[in-house]
């Protein structure tokens, strides 16, 4: 009987961290960027279509923070790519990378995401956190790391 209240409890509390309306961001893996990247998943909470490319979605700066900070640098891209609706209640999906060198090769998007960005951001060796707001909602800080190691 306690595995069982177990169980239903573990399973309910799944349903709401997976209903909830803050943006979800996980780790993307990838060669090309040669630095962080994150796979960012927004619910749209309007009772109205928006478009992938709106700038409410975090593929801009104005919706994304490092270290508590705002984004601002000059040196970002999105694409490549075309706009979609996202209907309401479907999921904006997006892949933002911190690029650490220069590369002017920007590879499509994968994984059912709509947007792929990728800006220049210089981040030093340590601990960092990213967050991301999505139709006025942050998410929860995310913490990574970064480390400079090169082969000697």
């Known amino acids: 009987m306690r595995i069982l209240i177990a169980v239903l409890l573990l399973s309910l509390s799944q349903v709401e961290a997976q209903s909830s309306s803050k943006p979800r961001i996980v780790p993307y893996f ?3 960027d040669d630095g ?6 927004c619910q749209n909470s309007k009772n109205d279509k928006v478009s992938s490319g709106a700038p409410e979605w975090p593929w801009n700066d ?6 508590r ?17 996202v209907e309401p209640g479907q999921f904006w999906r997006g892949i933002i990378a911190f690029r650490q060198s220069t590369n002017n090769y920007y590879p499509a998007v994968r994984f059912e995401a709509l947007v792929r960005s990728t800006r220049s951001v210089t981040l030093i060796p340590g601990k960092h956190t990213i967050a991301v ?13 970064v480390e400079r190691e090169t082969k000697q």
């Open 36 to 41: 962080p990247a994150f796979f960012v998943e």
């Open 62 to 67: 104005d919706n994304i923070r490092i270290d």
């Open 30 to 32: 990838d060669v090309v």
């Open 69 to 85: 900070k705002p984004l601002t640098q000059q040196n970002g891209s999105m694409g490549p790519g075309l706009t979609t609706q």
């Open 133 to 145: 707001q999505c139709q006025g909602v942050w998410s929860d800080d995310f913490d990574f790391y």
